[in-house]
């Protein structure tokens, strides 16, 4: 279905008249500015959005599993109607491959629909249900049920490096609005057409499945205003956010200096440490050189879980440091999202070059370099890399840092390092176990281990772990991926003593939803 980008706030199913400051999306491959201009709403639109927002929660928490399916079932199939246009606009706003567009066109609706059967099952409410005693000694023991309910108005930042899966209609809004939680979007200055796109399809599908005005609604402007005032405003609840590590923490403090306080998960940034071990590098150089290139360069290298570090034991890798130098050499360079990251990329891989101790493996020998990434491997020996704070920092775009020492060096190195969203090992299955010491640090510093893959790939699925300790995310325990990021938009709430009549199907003795619940101590479904 084609539709025209009007460059218009969307607030609940009206669009905005407009009234703030307007800005334009940027060609990043090119420089030029694209059509139409996008108008940041109003201050008393903005007020409008949240109070349709607060207006729609009672109705839409309220609702069945199975209705608030439909609705996200009902964005999956609007999105894919309007794949075609999202595939010609994406590469324009982003820079990224008209491919890539559709693939992650596809990851959103297929997250939608996996949101989409966990409500419509409807086990994740978490139902405990302990039956009264009344003639318990030496108290009685009231009637006690409890599940999990959702949060409130949920405020939700677009992420620039993911104009699909993790923006108007990507995980956080779809774990939002599965919870029950109604979100307001803060679009991402880099890819607003996208958005516009995207968020129409959204309004389209609550429109179809008679959703309340008020549980979407899409807002332009800048995020030091338009989004501070969604993160300060009282009715919000949570708030979910990718991007810059200044950003996120702004978003933390504002939250955490609320009246009432609120949880933000924020994904801020990550290097993604590779262990290579050394009966894996001497058996595998190769191979393990090419998997660490395509993983480095990947979508430009602008992925949350780009390999920005890789610890190599001295002695070993000659083969694998020969054939990632072979293959970064003859690498092209690549338009990044935007100017501005672009730009922090080279302001990085500038400041690791010019590190005392650190040296350029490889850098590809590109004449396409302006406006352009151009992939680069530093290295370092572990004694430097540990007096060097910088060097712990994340290059956002294809550049790495190999980190030489033995491997004992290597293991006490680990416990130094921040917080990760993912940590790899490459070994054989007998080189882990001599090492349990390195694999537990390793899981106390990220949320997911790779044993001999790469981290880039974030499978959508139950039991993926999209998150880890600070500064990867602002609450490890959380997850951005898979099924486990509805807990961030709710909140478990007890009924202690109430009728049956009174209490949400999902509590009720006889079990009306067939769901898997805790009774008396015991699972039963
Ligand atoms: P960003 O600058 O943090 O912007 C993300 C969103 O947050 C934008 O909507 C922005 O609003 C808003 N924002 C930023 N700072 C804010 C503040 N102080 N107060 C309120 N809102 C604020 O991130 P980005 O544009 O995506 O990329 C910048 C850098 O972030 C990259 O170079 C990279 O280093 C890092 N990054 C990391 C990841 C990751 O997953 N690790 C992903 C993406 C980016 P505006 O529209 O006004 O800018």
Known sequence: MSYTIQGKSIIGYSRSGGGGSTSSAVNPASGQKLDPEFHAPSESEVEQAVLLAERAFPVFSSMSGKKRAGFLRAIAAEI???????????????????????????????????FADLIEEGSWVDARIEHAQPDRAPLPKPDLRSMQRPLGPVAVFCASNFPLAFSVAGGDTAAALAAGCPVLVKAHSSHPGIAEIVGDCVVRAAQATDMPEGVFSLLYGSGRDVGMSLVKHPVVQAVGFTGSRSGGLALMD????????????????????????????????????????????????????NPGLVFLPDGHGEAFLAKLKELIEVAPSAVMLNSGICQ??????????????????????????????????????????????????????????????????????????????????????????????LI???????????????????????????????????????????????????????????????????????NPLGIQRMVDGEFAR
């Open 80 to 114: 894919e109607s309007a794949v075609d246009q999202i595939a010609e606009r994406g590469p324009l706003e982003t820079g990224l491959p008209e491919a890539r567009m559709r693939g992650e066109t596809a990851r959103t609706t297929g997250q939608l629909r996996m």
């Open 344 to 437: 922090a990329f080279k302001d990085a891989t500038e400041s690791f070059g010019e590190t005392e101790g650190v040296e350029t493996v490889a850098h590809a020998f590109t004449k396409q370099v302006e406006e352009r990434a151009v992939p680069v491997v530093f290295s370092v020996n572990v004694r430097r890399f540990l007096e060097e704070a910088r060097l712990h920092g994340e290059m956002f775009g294809p550049g790495t840092l190999i980190v030489r020492g033995s491997m004992d060096e290597i293991e006490a190195t680990i416990p130094e390092l921040e917080g990760q969203l993912t940590a790899t090992v490459h070994g054989t299955e007998e080189e882990i176990a001599e090492r349990p010491g």
């Open 440 to 510: 537990g640090a390793l899981e106390r510093r990220a949320g997911r281990l790779i044993f001999n893959g790469f981290p880039t790939g974030v499978e959508v699925c139950p039991s993926m772990v999209h998150g880890g300790p600070f500064p990867s995310t602002s609450d490890g325990r959380s997850t951005s991926v898979g099924t486990m990021a509805i807990h961030r938009f709710c909140r478990p709430v007890a009924w202690q003593g109430f009728p049956a009549a009174a209490l949400p199907e999902e509590l009720r003795d006889g």
């Open 254 to 305: 504002a939250a955490a200096n609320r009246p009432q306080p609120i949880p933000v998960y924020a994904e801020m940034s990550s290097v993604n440490p590779v262990v290579l071990m050394p009966k894996a590098v001497d058996a595998r150089g190769e191979a393990l050189a090419e998997g660490l290139f395509g993983s480095l360069t990947l979508g430009a290298g602008q992925f949350c879980t």
